[in-house]
Each structure stands twice: as C-alpha cells, then as structure tokens.
C-alpha cells in the first residue's frame, strides 16, 4: 500500500509518502502563507523522489483541524480532488492527533497537544503517554484552561506550548517542554494513517472527512476577518 499525507492547516508545509516498509519520501517547510501555490509542487516533488506518479498511489491522509480557515480549505480541496480523480480513499487525521504522536514515544506523562487560536485562546487536547485520548479537542481561553486539563505532570507540544506553559507555572503545575516539532508533519500523518487503514480497513474511508472547525468559520472575510485565522 503506497500512501500519500500532506498538511497545509497551521503554519507549515509537508507532504511524505509512506509504503508497508516505512517512510519512502518526505518534505517539510515552515510557511504562513502561500499553501496553495506550494502545494502541488511540493507533491510532485515527493512523487519524483520517491520514483511514483498519482497512478501509483491507494490511500491518501490530510490533516482535517483544528488550523487556520485558509490552510484547512487548501489542504482538504486538493486531497479531495486527487481523491475523487483517482478513486482513491481518503483518511482524515487531526492537528492535535498529528503534534502528540511523536511525543508518546518518549513520554511517560500526560500530553497536551496545543495550538494558538489567538484571541486569547488554544487548541488543546490532552493524551496519554500511550497515545490515547483524555480529552477531545478543545477550544479554551486562557484563563480558563486549567479546570479542563486532567491530573499532570505534563509534556507540552505544539504552537500553543509558550502559552499553556504560562499558565501552569502561575499555577504551580509539573510541566516539561517536549522537543519534537511544534507543528503538525506530514510524515507523522502518514504514519498515523497507516495505522488506521490497518485496524479500519480501507474501505471505510472513502466518504471524504470533514473539517474540523471547533470555532464556527466566518463567512464574511473582506469584513475585517483575517482569512488565516484559526479556525
């Protein structure tokens, strides 16, 4: 099974490509801006170093949110597309899901993936050090943060982290810093994807996955909304 990820949802770019044997191909830049014009080339790029072409592929993964309204919309028109032009199935793994999994590898306390919603507020949820959810995903302001997270002590990963970190040291809270990468990777959402197809099957994947918008998108944009912000 050859499988294709890509993430364009926070301030980042990645796209990797994985078969039954591991990783066979992957990219990744730090970007704010531009997703969709970098999108595309980035693919073709992995493709080419990977010696596949689109008709080489059986599975695609994308990342669904929480991130910003435009990363979301770039990401999900483009695995849509490449989907349904090549009847491919179609597997959907979250941001927060994405920024926790490398972290449960070295872990032994609870992990609170984090994202910066801005306006004074994160995404947050909270796992395991096996991985599995404590929480859902969360939208929290934070001055409120503290009476949802579980029992700590804490490992901290994600765009979010400077943020949360504040909030548990006023508040006496064990914590340490992780040191993976803050933003989600397209070579960890493979992998999770991987591991989905194995225990679901293909098969329950072809209906395309829905954004994750925990805050409601706006529609009216030109009227003073930035269009990256977090959704």
């Known amino acids: 099974m050859i499988l294709l990820a890509f993430d364009t949802a926070q301030g980042a770019l990645s796209a990797a490509i994985r078969d039954a044997e591991g990783e066979i191909a992957c990219l990744f830049e730090e970007r704010t801006r531009g997703h969709a014009e970098a999108l595309l080339p980035m693919i073709e ?6 010696a596949l072409g689109f008709s080489d592929l059986d599975v695609l993964a994308v990342t669904v949110g929480p991130g910003t309204f435009t990363g979301l919309r770039v990401g999900l028109a483009a695995a849509r597309g490449i989907a349904l032009a090549r009847k491919l199935p179609l597997i959907g793994v979250t941001t927060l899901e994405a920024i926790a999994e490398p972290v449960a590898a070295e872990a ?11 306006r004074e507020e994160v995404y947050m949820q909270a796992f395991a050090a096996d991985g599995t959810e404590q929480t859902g995903p969360l939208l929290v302001g934070l001055e409120t943060a503290l009476a949802h997270l579980p029992r700590g002590p804490f490992v901290l990963s994600g ?3 400077p943020l949360l970190a504040d909030v548990l040291e006023r508040a006496g809270r064990e914590y340490r810093l992780s040191e993976t990468r803050p933003q989600p990777d397209a070579s960890i959402v493979a992998r999770i994807a991987q591991r989905l197809a194995a225990e679901r099957g293909l098969e329950t ?3 395309p996955p829905a954004p994750l918008y925990i805050r409601a998108p ?4 030109p009227g003073g909304r930035d269009p990256g912000e977090a959704a």
């Open 45 to 50: 790029t992995v493709l080419a170093e990977a």
């Open 159 to 161: 765009t979010g982290t």
């Open 108 to 118: 032994d306390e609870t992990i609170l993936a984090s994202f910066d919603a801005r």
């Open 218 to 221: 706006d529609a009216k944009l």
């Open 205 to 207: 994947f072809h209906t």
